[in-house]
């Protein structure tokens, strides 16, 4: 009997509970999962940033920690965290991810608000939208997210680069890699989104000198990290028009404060940290394989790499 601890915020064991212990049936693993396990008897760790556990120093006898969240940049720092770190690549976290960008970027490439806000009776049809191969769309970062919203982007026939820290071949999109890439990625785009992991190198990305690269009137996108934004650099470059519009998921601090000038500013369209959640039924399918690979004595899926971070 393998025990596995479920250390996330109290309302999602409810959500949890069910999906996991069917996924471990499922996957033959005879499992006591539970909130609470003495840390030298525990197996494994499903780990949100939320839950109790935040000291993995008892844990001496557990196999692996397997997040529920894509991002692992609040826990790959830790100290305490000696035990192999898996991220969470769900698909149905993928599938929400590539809904919400493919909405946003058509809200902005159809010009959409334009007539969603502006019923005053005039007929202007003197503006239609070009087609999506007209509009170059860049995706900074090309993992299992970025592939997937610039794929379902380049399906409906958008011009699409992605760029990634290192070489990356994603079928149907343009890559482009390193600081040199970056630069090409960048120039000319007229819709970027950010969906890269948040580390040491990527905070920032989007400062004043690489949104200046951007077509004049450019849009950005990012359900990915907060600090992947330089946020005065943003607003400098929305009050001078460089960037038209900011619709933006995440922040550096969430929930993001009421006072905070993005709430406010008329070319910004805030979400609060929903554009892909973690799906259960899915996630608990790649949970349980993760296990079931740990105990058939097989490298385990989608190890993070504490020195790059993600
Ligand atoms: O932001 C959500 C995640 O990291 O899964």
Redesign the pocket.
Known sequence: MLNVLFSAKPQAWDAYQAPLSDAFAKAGLAVALARDHAPAKTDYIVFAPNGPVRDFAPYVNTKAVLSL???VETVVDNPTLTQPLCR?VDPG?TRGMVEWVTGHVLRHHLGMDAHILGQDGIWRDEISPPLAAERPVTILGIGALGAACGQALAGLGFAVTGWSRSPKDVPGLRCLHGAAGLQEALRAAQIVVTLLPQTADTQNILDAQNLALLAPGACVINPGRGPLIDDAALLQALDSGQIAHATLDVFRREPLPADHPYWAHPQVTVTP?IA???RPETAAKIIAENIRRGEAGLPFLNVVDRQLGY
Do not use: E, K, S, Y
């Open positions: 969240w894509a991002g969470l976290l940290h892909a959640t973690t």
